[in-house]
């Protein structure tokens, strides 16, 4: 019989702490900073590396990291890092600043990525998430399709501005006769340009709702925006 | 645990910003009272089982195994993992024929050779203790896997949400 065994052998491993993990920033021009907080939590010296790369997102709002060489160079254009690496010493708290090299693009998704070094077996890291957007830029959410089942109502927002936004709208629920029978505040969280973003929201079992409404947010109006029947 | 306690001690991963000028205090007239102005930013830790040994497994037999990561987040986040390099006893790297899979976020098991994968997508912030999750592995050998012991990289990513 052959044996074999599988190890998944690791250092020890990171309390480390960073903060802020996003930063939205709006009108960035060449010298801006952004200023990152690192702290070491578990009592032993770390040396930490740091990288960069691209994030897209997918249509419902996750995270899509891009580190193919491209994304790398491209992020490295525009944001310059103070270092390439530090050590922090035990329970040290140090800060890195992240400089915007270039303002010629309406907007970037970068993301910063800070790893703590370990030889072999698991590691981990931590992804900051940058959205920059230059001025004159401007987000252009408009709700594009809302569906139902019989357990939930799925709206779907595009983005197609020029810079990350967020799709808001209150979802009006009545009965046959006409009573409202709620209403429910829809915010989708953040939608990066050219993309869409679609949210479920579950209704109540005690709901049977037959008709709804839906006002989409948008600069600031209320807009009517859809209605259906069940 | 010390570890709690120093992140206790540093207040969670909140970095507290004084507003206006820097400093905290805003009279209100006689009273003595003082209004202060913190900010909260985000921001999140990680720590991570040292190590995970699998059992022994002969070639086509399938073994688990699960690897303890803790997560501390003031905002919504994400938890992925990706293999990267596989390498026998003398540190060479090895071209594996078997399998190593993680339960994904979808409670399907994936190949974690191949790509980057979601453990978990759309966590919510944590208390303050942290969240921990127990991240099943699985792995098979094939017959080209020799006997011996193999060393596989693994790393997770803790993103936040958008």
Not at chain 1, 56 to 76: C, Y
Not at chain 1, 121 to 130: D, I, K, N, Q
Request: negative net charge; aromatic residues 8%.
């Amino acid at each position: 019989m052959i044996l074999l065994a599988c190890v998944l052998s690791g250092g020890c491993h990171a309390g480390l702490m960073v903060s802020p993990v996003k930063v939205e920033a709006h009108d960035v021009s060449v010298g801006d900073e952004i200023v990152l907080n690192l702290a070491e939590l578990a009592g032993q010296e770390q040396e930490l590396h740091f990288s960069l790369g691209l994030f897209d997102q997918d249509e419902f709002g996750g995270v899509v990291l891009r580190e193919d060489p491209e994304s790398q160079a491209w992020a490295a254009k525009i944001i310059e890092l103070s270092h390439s690496k530090i050590i922090l010493a035990p329970y040290q708290q140090a800060d890195i600043r992240l400089t915007i090299n270039r303002a010629d693009y309406a907007s970037s998704y970068i993301v910063v990525f800070v790893t703590p070094k370990r030889s072999s077996g698991v590691s981990s890291r931590l992804a900051v998430l940058l959205l920059l957007s230059t001025e004159g830029a401007a987000e252009a959410i408009a709700l594009t399709d809302v569906d139902f089942t019989s357990d939930k109502v799925l709206i779907t927002f595009q983005n197609s501005g020029s810079r990350h936004g967020r799709g808001e709208g209150t979802l009006a629920l009545y009965d046959e006769s006409g009573l409202l029978l709620g209403e429910e505040y829809v915010d989708t969280g953040t939608i990066l340009p050219g993309c869409h973003r679609r949210s479920e929201i579950p209704l109540h079992e005690s709901l049977s709702p037959v008709y709804f409404t839906f006002q989409a947010r948008e600069l600031g109006r209320q807009q009517y925006a859809a209605e259906g029947l069940w | 645990m010390r570890w709690n306690l120093r992140l206790f001690q540093l207040g969670f991963f909140c970095v507290l910003v004084l507003l206006s000028t820097g400093s905290v205090a805003v009279a209100s007239g006689d009273s003595g009272k003082v209004t202060m102005f913190v900010e909260v930013a985000p921001g999140f830790a990680i720590s991570l089982q040292d190590s995970l040994t699998f059992p022994q497994a002969a070639p086509g037999r399938s073994v688990e195994a699960e690897l303890d990561v803790t997560v501390w987040s003031n905002v919504d986040w994400q938890l992925r993992a990706t293999a990267t390099t596989v390498r026998s006893e003398d540190g060479t790297p090895h071209d594996f024929e078997g399998g190593i899979e993680v339960l994904d976020f979808e409670s399907a098991w994936r190949n974690l050779l191949i790509g980057e994968r979601i453990i978990r997508y759309a966590q919510q912030p944590t208390p303050s203790e942290g969240e921990t999750i127990s991240v099943p592995f699985r792995f098979q050998p094939g017959f080209g896997d020799g006997p011996g012991t193999y060393t596989i990289q693994v790393q997770f990513t803790v993103v936040p949400a958008l």
